[in-house]
């Protein structure tokens, strides 16, 4: 079996190595056409081969990344991570983070002080024990107009809508059915997100966090709120 450092959003590697919900979702959705930000996920091999080449270091259980330039090598030439020219945003996606850590970063991907800098401190946050993970969400930045979460639920007349402080409900849209025009333009964007997302994943309550840039409603997470039956 092959051993990956890395994986794309859209490739269908994230679950089978063990990423989180979180992100095998978002891969699965990317995979599947629905607009998610382009990126991928530094998976849990990653962190161990920069611990076996002594490219991070643990010192009191803090994550120190002496020599930025070699963390960048590993990551661009090692194992060749594709190169993002848009400043990105870091997330982790391990449970357990300190809520004391800021949860994610915009980092300038070709700058190595910065990149070190932020996945030394997401990296510092995961579970100090062998057993925990460390995988990291690495995604292109978009503009942000617009932004908030949805709840959608198969065989639902209507989806929960919050954004701006506001509890709205809309209409499902079914089949191949248009928008209405009378909504704003994000809003009718959203509704085709979240037909998509029930076209793709199915029977389920579907929590979902989206952000609109004034031309494309995007696709942040998805969990499934579903108690299994």
């Known amino acids: 079996m092959a051993l990956y450092h890395f994986a794309w959003l859209g490739s269908k590697r994230a679950k089978k190595n063990g ?102 401190q997401l990296w510092q946050a995961a579970p100090p024990d062998d057993t925990g993970r460390h995988d990291l969400l690495i995604q292109e930045m978009v503009a942000i107009e617009v932004e908030g979460t949805a709840v959608t639920a198969a065989n639902q007349p209507t989806d929960t809508i919050v954004y701006a402080e506001n509890a709205i409900t809309l209409p499902q849209l079914t089949g191949w059915r248009r928008p209405d025009a009378a909504h704003p333009d994000h809003l009718r964007r959203l509704q085709q997100l979240l037909r998509g997302v029930r076209r793709t994943f199915g029977v389920g309550e579907w929590q979902v966090q989206w952000m609109d840039d004034g031309r494309v409603c995007w696709l942040l997470h998805i969990l499934n709120n579903s108690t299994p039956a």
């Open 19 to 120: 990423v989180t919900e979180k992100g095998w979702r978002l891969d699965m959705a990317a995979r599947a056409g629905l607009p998610a930000p382009n990126g991928g996920i530094l998976l849990d091999n990653f962190y161990w081969l920069a611990v076996h080449e002594a490219v991070v270091r643990m010192v009191d259980g803090h994550a120190h990344i002496p020599s930025p330039p070699a963390l960048f090598d590993l990551l661009y030439t090692a194992v060749r991570f594709p190169q993002l020219d848009k400043p990105c945003i870091i997330r982790p996606l391990f449970t357990g983070v300190d809520t004391a850590v800021p949860p994610q970063f915009a980092v300038p991907m070709a700058d190595p002080v910065a990149l070190a800098a932020a996945i030394g």
